[in-house]
């Protein structure tokens, strides 16, 4: 880590929690790595049809946060996307919302829906960018239904993944 001198105090509390998350893994995941690296055909089955999920889960997302007037990029493979809320500044402004910290929190307030402020992830304050998780559903559930799907769609994510179409829901009217 590089912290300048006046910040000291600072690198020693980040070493701190650090050195506790990285320092080892604990012996369940390690075991559970070691299945997962063996390879085999439920292991290719579970990672094809998490992908198809994902993928289906991104889409929707995606669409979603673009109806609503947001920029954000089409994703390859991940389960968060980062969206850029600029397209809708004027309509935040007359709310008071001029950073991304201040529309994270209002739509915290105002909805339940928690996302991240693109500045804690080193984007400018004033720049009204988020970081969203697109993967509150039941796993478990989404990968029992989806081998039966020749095609995962909008349909499935709403019938799935409840409580993602209900943020985006909320989302939406709130941004409306």
């Known amino acids: 880590f590089f912290f300048p ?12 929690i650090a050195s506790e998350s990285f320092t080892s893994t604990s012996a369940p995941i390690q075991c559970a790595g070691i299945r997962a690296f063996s390879g085999g055909p439920d292991i290719e089955d579970y990672l094809t049809q998490s992908r198809r999920i994902l993928s289906a889960v991104a889409a929707y997302s995606v ?9 954000v990029p089409s994703p ?26 201040e529309l ?6 105002d909805t339940g829906v928690a996302i991240l402020p693109g500045s ?11 970081r969203l998780a697109i993967v509150d559903f039941d796993g478990r559930w989404a990968l ?15 019938q799935h ?3 993602l179409v209900e943020a985006f829901d ?7």
């Open 63 to 71: 669409d979603r946060l673009r109806a609503c007037g947001a920029k």
């Open 144 to 158: 029992l239904a989806a081998p039966e799907v020749a095609t995962l769609d909008e349909q499935f994510v709403q």
């Open 5 to 16: 001198p006046n910040l000291r105090w600072l690198l020693e509390a980040v070493s701190v």
């Open 161 to 163: 993944c409840p409580r």
């Open 104 to 109: 994270c929190r209002a739509l915290l307030d």
């Open 120 to 130: 804690d992830f080193g984007r400018p304050s004033g720049e009204l960018t988020a």
């Open 170 to 176: 909320r989302l939406a009217g709130w941004l409306g």
């Open 76 to 101: 390859d493979g991940a389960f968060y996307l980062f969206a850029d809320f600029t397209p809708l500044a004027a309509k935040l402004a007359g709310r008071g919302l001029y950073s991304s910290t």
